[in-house]
């Protein structure tokens, strides 16, 4: 994606391709507010020399468009942004200059090409991984049992603008409680919460389950619990979570392939 400086393109020129990226926030990066991630991004952009789009205005900025962002304190296997770019570039180029240039933690796991349409609205739903060190499965079970039989479970979080209360019981749209595997510690196994959680306005966190939990079962973990978000996508009525970038990478293949069939036909 290296380029000399005549042939720098033109940031004030319109967008001639959309990208969408699924990255990682994995380790002590977890820790990192979302404000501080989005830094990150836009200097390592610059530093890739993505050929950004800008915004108009006094104060243009990179064309970069957030969806969605896990918590600070959570780590994550499937945040997405997009970003609109003035030349062409190609997703392997885009996905290896940032990786080289982002700090450890934050990592680039795809790119495609955007399709028509808004990625948001092919997220209503995340699914999440809580780890639990220090409470037993059967205790976890049972406070999660206890969590789905009722109707109704507010929990107040603290806001900018004071406390509110969120009852997080309605938005849980599937949950299972498994036991931790360990082979180098086979005596500290602990329970772990897998979960899809739809989305809501305030968003339900996993701080938010965890207090519901504390809240209908006193369940108190003696260190805090680690939370990952898995994957994002659109809920079927079967409980599971679409790919968002399915069709962008579909519609890649099927533009090789046609273009693989075009070719085949000049030759004949």
Do not use: C
């Not at 570039?89 to 495609?112: H, N």
């Amino acid at each position: 994606m290296t380029r000399r400086s005549t042939d720098a393109a033109n940031p004030s020129a319109p967008p001639v391709q959309r990208l969408r990226l699924r990255y990682a926030k994995r380790g002590p990066l977890r820790f990192t507010s979302h404000r501080d991630v989005a830094r990150a991004f836009e200097r390592a952009l610059r530093r890739a020399g993505v050929p950004m789009a800008l915004s108009q205005g006094f104060s243009p900025r990179p064309k970069v468009s957030w969806i969605g962002a896990a918590p600070t304190g959570a780590a994550s296997e499937a945040e997405y942004l997009e970003i609109a770019v003035v030349r062409e570039i190609a997703v392997v180029d885009l996905v290896r200059d940032l990786d080289a240039v982002l700090p450890p933690g934050l990592d680039v796991l795809e790119a495609v090409i955007a399709t028509p349409g808004s990625l948001a609205d092919r997220i209503d739903a995340s699914a999440w991984r809580i780890e639990v060190p220090g409470v037993g499965v059967d205790d976890l079970r049972t406070a999660v049992d206890a969590l789905l039989a009722a109707e109704s479970v507010p929990v107040n979080r603290l806001t900018k603008d004071g406390e509110r209360s969120i009852d997080v019981r309605p938005v849980l749209a599937a949950v299972e409680v498994r036991d931790s595997v360990s082979v180098s510690a086979p005596d500290h196994r602990y329970g772990i919460l897998d979960m899809v959680v739809r989305q809501s306005t305030p968003a339900v966190r996993p701080d938010d389950v965890m207090n519901a939990l504390r809240v209908v079962a006193a369940l108190e973990p003696p260190v805090p619990a680690k939370a990952t978000r898995m994957a994002q996508g659109r809920l079927d009525n079967d409980g599971v979570l679409s790919d968002p970038l399915a069709p962008d990478r579909a519609a890649a293949v099927g533009q090789v392939h046609g273009e693989q069939e075009t070719a085949r036909r000049d030759v004949d």
